[in-house]
């Protein structure tokens, strides 16, 4: 039990990541219909501006660990904004009214132009950092020397995962610009013809997205205390698949999605095969689409005719 507790602690982490990256893939999905294939390495950008960020800081003989930080998550926050606003509007505004296919094409694109982007300006190396967030507590010790661990940066990832998933929650149910989204999400022509303005809001949904992908970026930095370019295709087609999972289109589903995964990969590494924890997670989810073709949360679309 001990070794299971500290496994349900590293999925719950790991799934609260995957989880950030989902919300953009399905906020992004609810309003245009397309999924942004390039949001992975928006992600793996996020953490390339923090990383790069940290450095600058420290260079300048900055200490404060807490003020260190918060200036990385608003600079990373910022400049990873500014590119999910600029894939908008390169890669999804001129074909909005295309056919469906080619925003899917443009954005896979894009994605390949970030990832190859990323490798030439930082090279191909893993970039690594020291531990910035040590500490922690000692939850329990069996009597065969086991200890359940729980550190300050992984209490960090999942408070932090809470409170934005919350904020995200009420801008889009309480606030203009949530109703805005919604509006445009049931249909765009009718939204426009009511008084909104579609693209500032579908820009507006890029860049929260990418927003909290840098947030992401960021803790999988001060988790794993490395980064590299080509960490975001295969942590984005996770976080894509926890979308899936949890009903494409549904805030908390993505973040149960993200949990989901999360978990699944954790506890088949620490029972089963590490090299097969990927087959795992895409069998569950196969299975779960089989019977819940929406999703765990999803819901049916209703055309009305």
Known sequence: MDYFAQQLINGLVLGSIYGLIAIGYTMVYGIVGMINFAHGDVFMIGGFIALITFLILISFGLTTIPLILLV??????????????????????????????????????????????????????????PPFITGGYTLHESTDGFVIQLSNIQIMVV???????????????????????????????????????????????????????????????????????????????????????????????????????????TFWSAYFSVEYKDVAAFSILIVVLIFMPTGLLGRPEVEKV
């Open 72 to 129: 990385v998550l608003l600079v990373s926050m910022a400049i990873t904004a500014l590119y999910g606003w600029t894939i908008e509007r390169i890669a999804y505004r001129p074909l909005r009214h295309s056919f469906r296919l080619a925003p899917m094409l443009s954005a896979i694109g894009m994605s390949f132009v970030l990832t190859n982007y990323s490798q030439v300006a930082q090279g191909a190396r893993v970039k690594p950092i």
């Open 159 to 265: 408070v932090t995962t809470i409170v934005l998933l919350a904020i995200f929650t009420w801008l889009v149910s309480r606030t203009r610009l949530g109703r805005d989204m919604r509006a445009c999400e049931q249909d765009q022509t009718m939204a426009a013809l009511l008084g909104v303005d579609v693209d500032r809001t579908i820009s507006m949904t890029f860049v929260i997205g990418a927003a909290l992908a840098a947030v992401a970026g960021l803790m999988y930095l001060l988790y794993y205390g490395l980064v590299d370019f080509f960490m975001g295709f295969v942590a984005g087609i996770k976080a894509f698949t926890a979308a899936v999972l949890g009903g494409i289109g549904s805030l908390p589903g993505a973040m149960l999605g993200g949990l989901a995964i999360g978990l699944i990969e």
